[in-house]
C-alpha cells in the first residue's frame, strides 16, 4: 500500500487545501495562507517524495498499490477507482492526491484552478434555477442539492496548423429575355482552391467514462488561465487522470479539423453553386493535457425525489444540465402570448432548457 499526499501545513500540521477564492493554499485549522509559490514547493517536495517511496517497492507492491493507498493523517486505507487521481479519506475527511497516478506521461502539462469555493458554487446554482422561467416552482430548494463536488477532469487541448486543397466545379447562372426567348446561360468552372488553415483549443474530453453531453455544454474555458500543472491544486478536491491516449486524442482531433476545413474552403465564393472535395493535410499537430475544474451535483427535485444531474463550469459558472418544466405554467404564457418556443440550447445543443 502506498501513501497518498497530504500536503501539511508548517504551523499547525494541519491539512492544506486550494483556496479557490484566494488562489492561494490553506490551512482550514489554524487559517495559515500560503502563496502560489509555496504551492509549488510542497508539490515538488511530496511529489520527489512519493517517487522515492514508489521505487524503493517492489512490483508486487506496484501492482498492489494502484488499487490502494493509505491516509497520512488516519492510516485509513483508501480505494479508488483506476482513474481517481484526488479524492478525500472517508473516515477523516482530509485531502488527499494519488500521486502515481498523474506522474510520467500522465503527468499533466497545465491546470486551470478552481476560480470559486463551494459555497458561492451552490449559490450561483440556486440563483441559476430560480432565474429559469417555467421550472416546477417545488424544484427550488437548497435542502434537495443531493451532491455537489469539486472535480478536476482531463481534457486534451489541440492545435492543428495544415494545408487544405479544394478542388471542384463551381457554376454561374444568368437569365436574359428576348422578346421571343427566355434564354438561361450556365457557365462551369473548374475550381481550384487551397490555403493554409490554423485551428486552435480544439478541446475533447481524455475520460471515457464522463458524460459528454454535460462535461462539452459547460464550455467553453479561457485557456489564457491555464497555468502550470503542480499537485498542490489538487488539494481539497476530487481528480480524475485521463484514460485516452494522446494519439487517439490527435486522431479524432485531426479527422474533425477536416470537416472544419471542407466546410471553409466552400465559404465565401462568387458562384451560384459549387461543389467538390476538399484534402485536409495536417502539419503541425500539438497537444496539451490539462484538468479543467467542473462543480458535479446532483439534485433531487423531481415529483418523486427523482434525480437531476448538472455540471457546472469550474471557472466560469456557466451550468449544464436539464430542468423540469412546468407545462401548465409554459401553457399559461404561449397562450398569452401566442408564441411557445423556448428552446434554449446550451453547449452541444442536446439540452432543452
Ligand atoms: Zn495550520
Ligand atoms: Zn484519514
Redesign the pocket.
Known amino acids: 500500500m502506498s501513501d497518498g499526499m497530504i500536503f501539511k501545513c508548517p504551523c499547525c500540521g494541519g491539512f492544506l487545501e486550494f483556496d479557490p477564492q484566494q488562489q492561494k493554499f490553506k490551512c482550514y485549522y489554524c487559517g495559515q495562507v500560503l502563496d502560489e509559490e509555496e504551492l509549488r514547493e510542497q508539490s515538488e517536495q511530496r511529489e520527489a517524495a512519493a517517487e522515492e517511496q514508489q521505487s524503493a517497492e517492489t512490483a508486487d507492491d506496484q501492482q498492489e498499490h494502484l488499487r490502494s493507498y493509505r491516509?497520512?493523517?488516519?492510516?485509513?486505507e483508501?480505494v479508488t477507482d483506476d482513474t481517481t487521481a484526488a479524492t478525500r479519506?472517508?473516515?477523516?475527511?482530509?485531502p488527499?492526491v494519488l500521486h502515481d497516478r498523474l506522474d510520467d506521461e500522465f503527468r499533466p502539462d497545465g491546470v486551470i484552478p478552481f476560480q470559486m469555493d463551494k459555497a458561492t458554487a451552490e449559490k450561483q446554482f440556486m440563483e441559476y434555477i430560480s432565474r429559469k422561467k417555467f421550472v416546477d416552482r417545488s424544484f427550488f430548494n437548497g435542502a434537495q442539492l443531493e451532491m455537489f463536488s469539486g472535480v478536476y477532469y482531463p481534457w486534451w487541448y489541440t492545435d492543428i496548423e495544415g494545408e487544405a486543397e479544394f478542388e471542384g466545379e463551381g457554376t454561374r447562372t444568368s437569365v436574359r429575355s428576348t422578346p421571343t426567348h427566355i434564354i438561361t446561360t450556365t457557365s462551369v468552372f473548374r475550381v481550384h482552391r487551397e490555403g493554409r488553415l490554423n485551428f486552435r483549443l480544439l478541446a475533447r474530453k481524455a475520460l471515457l467514462k464522463a458524460d459528454g453531453k454535460l462535461s462539452d455544454g459547460i464550455h467553453p474555458y479561457d485557456a489564457s488561465q491555464i497555468q502550470p500543472y503542480a499537485s498542490g491544486f489538487l488539494s481539497g478536491f476530487l481528480a480524475e487522470r485521463r484514460d485516452v491516449s494522446e494519439a487517439s486524442a490527435k486522431e479524432e482531433t485531426v479527422a474533425e479539423a477536416k470537416t472544419y476545413a471542407a466546410q471553409l474552403m466552400k465559404q465565401n465564393h462568387s458562384f451560384n453553386s459549387l461543389s467538390g472535395e476538399t484534402k485536409f493535410k495536417p502539419i503541425n499537430v500539438k497537444s496539451r493535457y490539462v484538468l479543467l475544474p467542473a462543480w458535479v451535483l446532483t439534485y433531487k427535485g423531481g415529483k418523486d425525489g427523482a434525480p437531476y444531474y448538472y455540471m457546472m463550469n469550474g471557472q466560469t459558472g456557466k451550468v449544464c444540465g436539464k430542468l423540469p418544466i412546468d407545462k401548465k405554467r409554459l401553457l399559461a404564457t404561449a397562450l398569452g402570448i401566442g408564441l411557445a418556443v423556448f428552446l434554449i440550447l446550451c453547449g452541444g445543443g442536446a439540452f432543452i432548457w
Open positions: 491516509c497520512q493523517m488516519c492510516g485509513a483508501i479519506c472517508y473516515f477523516c475527511h482530509s488527499v
